[in-house]
């Protein structure tokens, strides 16, 4: 437990560190364009006869392991100590296999956008293992982008994964996929402010909050909340829900409530009081609260999103019994405790819980008490997921949702 | 003969760096957006050229708003500039003496910091309840629920503020080239100073303005930025729509046509202008 003691040294210096992974990108999202730009460049002018047969049963490129993992994942999304990241040293410790990590993902369109070329024509891209979101490996499921797994080599999922993470509506049967981290978009407000509990989504619609409200930009998160507010399960939603939604959302728009519609700045703004109450993500919340411990984070009583980014095999990688093998190896309770001790997002693997709680340093058993990384039962049966939205519907809801935040 | 002849080709030689850079960076790009602007299709199915206009129509009716905004913004920003910068450049080229180069300095010195810190640091100014408006807010001279970010005005602002060199330096170096002793010889022609202002300065400086002018509203008009960070619900500009059909959406047709589109309104304008300014002051 050296180790642990190490990273919990280490968190206690900086305890904000692990906050910057979305944030860092949404901060630079501007200049991040030029990688999708290339995309851009690229895809143009070129035609794509036929998309890959999603039906066909796929063949891995090899059934052998190659001794090498190109791993592409997002910035600040597993531990790091001192300039090494321990659990990539313990895997080839372990396996013998050593890890390319490269941290690529700054969002997932435009990571989507740069290997969207390749996998379309049937070629390898250069990663064997990537991490998305659930609802980005849908679509790449409907694609026919994603190798099977195959759940004889991930022993550890199947007897440590959480149940929610099982079987999961974006990727039926853990088919294609696993959970990597996740985290939970609820509602976070400062009851200093407020001068009462928010308990439910229309609380973000009470004038008296006019113009302190915050809402996200991410169309997938204020949509499905909206959607759950008026009752509408977001996986069954129908262009007339979302269009009901639109309007429910305008409304607060124009009378004044919404403050403005945030990426991850919502944070800062929540943190200097530009605004009393916001749509949030519980990893960002849980950081916060070091400096403010008055933030509350809820799931709506009307239901909140458990977002999932999830560890997948992308269509002829060149080592998938290497990258099963390393999901294997971090669904070892150990290894799910190193690395959420550090990236402090929700830990699918119970079991984590414990050997953190168990931690000699408070700092690391903050960690193990938070609900914002183990959820309570209570919130677990409140969460849903993001509908898994095809070309035309995705087109249609962002449009509908660009005419509210791009008035 | 080849001396000859190698002459003949020394002017041609000499821009052909100049004329690849143009044709690899922008040229062909351009080519492509233009390309791009008029395909139908989607990310994962690919996209075809099939002459589709309607990404012309439908982006301009969808986007009108913005776009009207943008040309709007920009216009008051170029304006605001103008006012601001004038009287402290001409202060500087005619009243600075051996300082000047000290004033032009103190003045370019905060954008020697990166633009985005810059403009982060509005954000922690004038936060509502942030050093500024707090104490405002304090002492009761603000209502409680005053606010500057997230508004119209915090966009123009801040603009201006960041495009402030863009406008002084080209008024500064017209304004300064010119020749003192033509005031003098006004002085003596019996103008009074008004009329030396308007008959000599203005128009000598009037190259300046131009310049300063398009380098100013070109820019800020399509400036996704100022406005991402400082405007707020109803502030979206077209910059900010370009960027989110390019990067969100991938809808890469649309966004190529609305920059098409506002590369067209903006040489439009900047053509009304020289017209109105007069081509010969265009070059100087």
Known sequence: ?407 | MATEGRKKLAPYLLTLPGVAFLVVFFAIPMATVFSVSFQEGSLSKGFTFTGHYQNYTETLARYDTQLIRSLLVGLIVTILTLVISYPMMYWIAFRGGRRKNIYLLLILLPFFTPFLIRTLMWKTIFADEGILLGALKDIGLLPESYQVLATATAVVAGMTYNFLPFMALPLYVSLEKMDPRLLDAAADLYSSRRQAFLKVTLPLSLPGVFAGSLLTFIPAVGDPIDPELLGGVNTTMIGQVVQREMLTNNAYPRGSAISFMLMAAILIGVFLYARALGTEEMTG
């Open chain 1, 1 to 407: 437990m050296d180790r642990n003691r190490e990273i919990a040294r280490l968190l206690a210096e900086q305890p904000r560190r692990g906050m910057t992974r979305r944030d860092l990108l949404r901060r630079v999202g501007l200049s991040a364009g030029a990688a999708s730009l290339t995309a851009v460049l690229v895809a143009c002018g070129i035609k794509k006869e036929d998309t890959a047969d999603s039906g066909e049963k796929n063949t891995l490129t090899t059934d052998e392991e190659v001794g090498n993992l190109n791993f592409a994942n997002w910035p600040l999304y597993i531990d790091r100590v001192q300039g090494r990241r321990p659990t990539l040293d313990d895997f080839t410790k372990e396996t013998g296999i050593t890890v390319n990590y490269k941290e690529v993902i700054d969002d997932n369109e435009s990571f989507f956008g740069t290997i969207q070329e390749p996998l379309s024509g049937g070629q390898p891209i250069e990663w064997d293992m990537i991490v998305v979101t659930d609802w980005m490996i849908a679509k790449m499921v409907r694609l026919g982008y994603l190798e099977e797994l195959d759940p004889s080599l991930i022993p550890n999922f199947t007897a440590n994964a959480g149940q929610i993470y099982k079987d999961p509506s974006y990727d039926p049967g853990n088919k294609h996929s696993v959970p990597w981290q996740s985290g939970i978009t609820g509602i976070a407000y400062n009851p200093e402010l407020t001068g009462r509990d928010l308990t439910s989504f229309d609380d973000l619609f009470d004038p008296a909050f006019e113009g302190k409200v915050g809402m996200f930009k991410e169309m997938r998160d204020t949509f499905s909340l909206t959607l759950l507010s008026m009752g509408i399960e977001p996986l069954d939603a129908t262009e007339d829900d979302v269009v009901a939604a639109q309007t429910k959302l305008i409304q607060q728009r124009d009378d004044g409530i919404v403050r403005n519609y945030y990426g991850n700045e919502y944070a800062d703004a929540l943190v200097r009081g530009d605004i009393w109450a916001t749509i949030a993500w519980s990893g960002d919340v849980f950081q916060l609260q070091f400096d403010k411990p008055e933030l509350q984070f809820i799931v709506p009583d009307t239901g909140g999103i458990l977002w999932v980014d999830n560890m997948a095999i992308p269509e002829g990688a060149a080592a998938p019994i290497d990258a099963m093998k390393f999901m294997d190896f971090v669904y070892d309770p150990e290894i799910a405790a190193q690395i959420t001790a550090w990236v402090n997002y929700i830990c699918p693997v119970p079991a984590a819980q414990e050997i953190l709680a168990s931690a000699e340093d408070n700092y690391t058993r903050t960690v193990a008490e938070s609900p914002l990384v183990f959820p309570t039962p209570e919130m677990e049966a409140n969460l849903h997921s993001y509908k898994d939205l095809d070309e035309e519907e995705e087109q249609l809801w962002n449009d509908l949702f660009g005419e509210i935040i791009q008035g």
